[in-house]
């Protein structure tokens, strides 16, 4: 056990107990020796306020509290929690330079200061720690900051959004339900009020975002799941079809392992072969995933997903037709 665990143990056998605790059982549960404990005790007093006294007649020890009582300040950490910590600093300086810097800046400096105050060299072990993000896109800091700001306060959003899709820019009102993270890139489940519907709609796409005085409209967490967390990937909506895929035994051994799906359901064929079925509605983004694996993956199911990811690799194959070489 490491000095940070004994610390808490410490206080937890501590806090609540009427009587004084048996020398014993302390260093029992703390796992370590006498002198080890003296020093613990010393650590604890002096960040606390508070004084471990003993008493000769009980063989024990009580928490004394005096005026000075600090409840455990700042944040006690093992290692296993610093390299947390670490991977969050990683993880936060990330967006730092899209959406987040001006707020990450302070933050980061306090969380430094947690790890050097318990000795520990913060550059060497935030440098083995790598966080390599794909395809994300920028952000208008301002963008993000007023979509969050709706978000804590409940309160509507005006915004001014570009669909890529049909490739028009379109301002509707909108009441924010939770910012997602996913694959890299932030979304907004939003109620549209334009719509009259669930939507979601992705940061980087908002050109501009004001603050209405208006209550924002709720929607629960069982109806936003239902809407959002049902189908395939980003797209919202009810799960109307079952994909049934197949993978090649050299790619079973990965695909296994994934998590493609939350209600997803997977076995092992005789032959080696891994069958993969997922619950979608709007397979655009299933197809692009399918594509990846290339010829180590067949849809078995449903005909039009088949038919789909058929007409898609057949279109691939024809830029490279040796008619079409050199152009």
Known sequence: MDRHSRIMQLYTLMKDRKRPVPAGLILERLECSRQAFYRIKRDFEADTGARVVYEAAAHGYRLERGDDFQELPGLWLSPKEILIMLALIGQL???????????????QERLEEILKREKIAVAPLVGRIRLLPT??????????????????????????????????????????????????????DAWCHSAKELRVFSLDRIQGASLLEQAARHVSEKKLNEHFADAYGIFAGPATHKAVLRFTPERARWVAAERWHPKQQGRFLDDGRYELTIPYGDDRELVLDILRYGPDVEVVSPESLRQTVKERLEAALEQYCEGRKGV
Not at 95 to 107: D, K, M, N, Q, R
Not at 154 to 172: A, F, N, P
Request: aromatic share 8%; net charge positive; glycine share 2%.
């Open 135 to 188: 395809d994300d896109r920028p952000i208008d800091p301002d963008v993000f900051e007023r979509c969050g700001k709706a978000l804590v306060e409940r309160k509507r959003l005006r915004i001014t959004y570009h669909s890529r899709g049909r490739d028009e820019v379109t301002e509707r009102t909108i009441s924010p339900q939770r910012i997602v993270c996913y694959r890299d890139n932030w979304y907004l």
């Open 93 to 107: 300086r990330r967006f730092a330079s899209t959406a987040l810097e001006s707020e990450l800046a302070p933050l």
